[in-house]
């Protein structure tokens, strides 16, 4: 298990996340992004969910190692613990069996106002599509977009209305920087419509509707 991977900070969901007095991190690893948001200010109260937490509880004010796919225990977790004010899935949906259902769940467990945050790879990416187009290829790996723990692939609309449970609606969908600088002149070129073949990610931050 590459810990390492597990304790990076996500700066990049930093903006997307309101101000909280009750955060959670599922599939939150070490839990370093929590820690992070709660240093500089975001969020008062934080916790995690994840395979590995045990061993790095401290700082946080709530855990859990529970297995993300039995939602019996999750949702004691949840019950026990919520509501939250906001809920982080950050690179986690796509390793789950039934990721529609763990949302939905998740969901019911957040305050009145309260607002999911995630990032889904974006399975339409260039690197997927040409290999598959040109070459008939889908090779899994152990990293990136197809990697092989993935079960479950999205592109922007149905992340978006994966975070779109009953009652929510996705107010910001932001798309991961183009870093190629062919890739950049091609979406320049066509005003922005072959973005999605160079997007690797989606930023997606849904609010429960009132």
């Known amino acids: 298990m590459r810990i390492e991977y597990h ?37 008062q109260e934080i916790g995690v969910i994840d395979a590995v937490v045990d061993g790095y509880r401290e700082g946080l004010d709530f855990a859990s190692a529970v297995d993300l796919d039995d939602h019996e225990a999750v949702e004691s977790f949840l019950s026990d613990n919520g509501p939250f004010d906001t809920v982080l899935f950050l690179d986690v949906l796509e390793h789950l069996i039934d990721p529609w259902a763990l949302v939905e769940l998740v969901s019911r467990h957040l305050s009145s106002d309260g607002v999911l945050v995630a990032s889904i790879p974006n399975v339409r990416h260039v690197s997927v599509v040409r290999p598959l187009l040109l070459k008939n290829e889908w090779t899994y790996s152990d990293t990136g977009l197809l990697d092989r723990t993935h079960l479950r692939f999205f592109v922007k609309d149905t992340a978006v209305k994966l975070l779109e449970p009953k009652g929510f609606k996705a107010e910001k969908v932001i798309g991961t920087p183009i870093t190629n600088r062919r890739h950049r002149l091609i979406d320049f070129i066509t005003l922005g419509t072959a973005k999605p073949f160079f997007t690797l990610q989606y930023l997606i931050r849904a609010r429960r509707v009132v």
């Open 7 to 43: 304790a990076q900070v996500r700066e990049d969901i930093v903006p997307l996340v309101p101000s909280s007095r009750r955060l959670l991190d599922i599939g939150g690893g070490t839990g370093a992004t929590a820690r992070h948001l709660k240093n500089i200010g975001v969020a």
